[in-house]
């Protein structure tokens, strides 16, 4: 069946650059989803890149899309202690009419 | 500006007890989801709806139970609840069913069952 993989944590230095990683196993997936989680909220979505493009920057992000590894990743640039939140990957399945499939959730730490 | 309301931000339950998590949307959305969220396992769909008074089963449904009777509120419902259904409760809608269309979330519902 479908799997979103991601690693739990991460910590960088305010200024560095974050980078984190996700896996998929659904090689159909149309559209694959970066979402934002700040402390006691709900869920805001990042950016979102189909799954016929390698490369989508916006700003401090950019994702990057290896469909032969089944591999995307999201780089923020510049990281602020602001972006300290955790960070979902999730994927969107051909003929499932909007159903995400989630990942576990990456814990980004900024430190000053 | 895109809103999803949850009516509560914290409950406390006795296990055994009937309750309801309330959602609504005010953005004319015809889909909407209810998934929980728990560290390490990430967010899992209990059952998500496409229509008035129509549900669907998502990948863990067992101990839930749905109800849309208007197109802007969907509701969660937990019949006897129970320990292990401690957990945070997100609700979200989305306008159709391509993969470009965006779900929002609302702010979620942390639910104790002591």
């Known amino acids: 069946g479908e799997d979103v993989e991601q690693s739990l944590f991460l910590s960088v230095r305010e200024g560095d650059s974050s980078v984190i990683n996700c896996t998929y196993t659904?090689?159909?997936?149309?559209?694959l989803y970066w979402y934002k989680q700040e402390p006691g909220a709900g869920l805001q979505l990042l950016t979102y890149?189909?799954?016929?493009?390698d490369m989508k920057q916006d700003q401090r992000l950019t994702v990057l899309l290896n469909k032969k590894d089944k591999h995307l990743s999201l780089r923020i640039a510049d990281t602020q202690t602001g972006d300290s939140a955790i960070y979902f990957c999730?994927?969107?399945?051909?003929?499932?009419?909007?159903?995400?499939?989630f990942g576990q959730g990456t814990e980004l730490s900024v430190k000053p | 500006d895109v809103k999803v309301t949850q009516s509560s931000r914290y409950l406390v339950k006795r296990t055994g007890e009937k309750v309801f998590l309330e959602c609504v949307q005010d953005?004319?959305?015809?889909?909407m989801f209810w998934y929980r969220q728990d560290p390490g396992l990430g967010l899992r769909l209990i059952y998500f709806?496409?229509?008035?008074?129509?549900?669907e089963k998502g990948d863990i449904p067992e101990g839930y139970s749905v109800s849309r009777e208007k197109k802007e509120r969907f509701s969660l419902i937990l019949e006897s609840a129970s320990t292990n259904q401690t957990s945070m409760y997100l609700c979200?809608?989305?306008?159709?069913?391509?993969?470009?269309?965006?779900?929002?979330f609302g702010p979620g519902t942390r639910l104790t069952v002591l």
């Open positions: 979200a809608s989305s306008f159709g069913t391509s993969g470009t269309d965006t779900q929002y």
């Open positions: 659904d090689s159909s997936s149309t559209y």
């Open positions: 890149i189909f799954s016929n493009m």
């Open positions: 999730a994927e969107s399945i051909n003929n499932q009419g909007g159903k995400l499939i």
């Open positions: 953005m004319d959305h015809e889909n």
């Open positions: 709806s496409y229509d008035v008074k129509m549900k």
